[in-house]
């Protein structure tokens, strides 16, 4: 199958009847950058799991609101459109993760708190956005898994048998990676450039052209997620941190432990959000 092909396959993800009816719904306000708030709060109110879902989200370490938040309309007001419409296609989500990799949510959630708790010591802007990022940025497992199942099992096979990064069995199976597939459907789904380039190169930040900050910020938070076994990414091994990302970020050997201190404390708080609610 050739890229152009490939591509198209992967944006007719929301086509498929194993997509629960609530994601379906979700995708059609959220994917309309001009959606008012007042559509979005609807959609939300009208699913109670995903009205409790949103709420445990947003009253979580990742967004900075601690047990703050009440209803749907605040966190809406408070966070904005472009975190709402990135968190919402988090939490609906979460259970196709599941499905597609036990462990991939946790995880994403563990890169979403770590991200935010980089942005902070950096005093980069926007941390709940690079948050949203985080929380997004393996989409395109989820993706890949769900459009092409029998090829993806075996490339996480190959990850055991052979040795490989869950992105070199990506590559190899279907010449592209989770994060080309993340960036396509982020895309297709309308989403800001700066959280379809960050996800395109979570793993690659040198590359990113425009928000390199942004993409080193996701890369180490995925990289020490990943080290302290906080969830599964995929496959069992702690790649290198890639240089630009210390560079980019101006990263030492006592920030990273600040960084890990604190990530000890907020990801114990964050375990709550993994609880599915009573449908």
């Known amino acids: 199958m050739d890229a152009v092909t490939l591509r198209e396959e992967i944006e007719r993800i929301d086509t498929l009847p194993t997509i629960p009816s609530i994601l379906q719904k979700l995708l059609k306000v959220i994917g309309n950058p001009k959606v008012p708030l007042s559509e979005i709060s609807d959609c939300i109110l009208g699913d109670p799991a995903l009205t409790s879902r949103v709420l445990k989200m947003v009253n979580s370490p990742i967004y900075g609101f601690p047990g703050r938040i009440s209803s749907v309309t605040q966190a809406l007001i408070l966070l904005g459109l472009n975190v709402v419409r990135g968190m919402l296609l988090g939490v609906s989500v979460f259970e196709a993760m599941e499905k597609a990799m036990v462990g991939l949510w946790k995880h994403s959630l563990g890169c979403a708190v770590t991200a935010r708790i980089i942005a902070k010591k950096k005093n980069l802007r926007e941390p709940e956005e690079i948050s949203v990022a985080a929380l997004l940025h393996d989409i395109g497992k989820v993706v890949l898994s769900l459009k092409f199942p029998k090829e993806y099992k075996k490339a996480r096979a190959d990850t055991e048998q052979q040795g490989l990064f869950i992105f070199e069995a990506e590559k190899n199976h279907f010449n592209i990676t989770h994060a080309d597939a993340g960036a396509w459907i982020a895309q297709r789904w309308n989403f800001p450039k700066n959280l ?30 990943r080290a302290i076994g906080f969830g599964f990414a995929g496959d069992n091994f702690v790649p290198p941190i890639n240089p630009s990302a210390w560079e980019i970020l101006k990263m030492n050997n006592s920030t990273i432990k600040e960084i890990l201190k604190e990530m000890e404390e907020s990801l114990e708080e964050a375990e709550d959000i993994l609880v599915i609610p009573n449908e």
């Not at 690659?204 to 996701?218: C, D, G, I, Q, R």
Request: charged share 20%; aromatic share 10%; net charge neutral.
């Open 196 to 225: 379809i380039e960050t996800i395109k190169y979570h793993h690659k930040p040198h590359l990113s052209k425009y928000f390199p900050v942004e993409a080193a910020t996701v890369h180490l938070s995925d990289i020490l997620v």
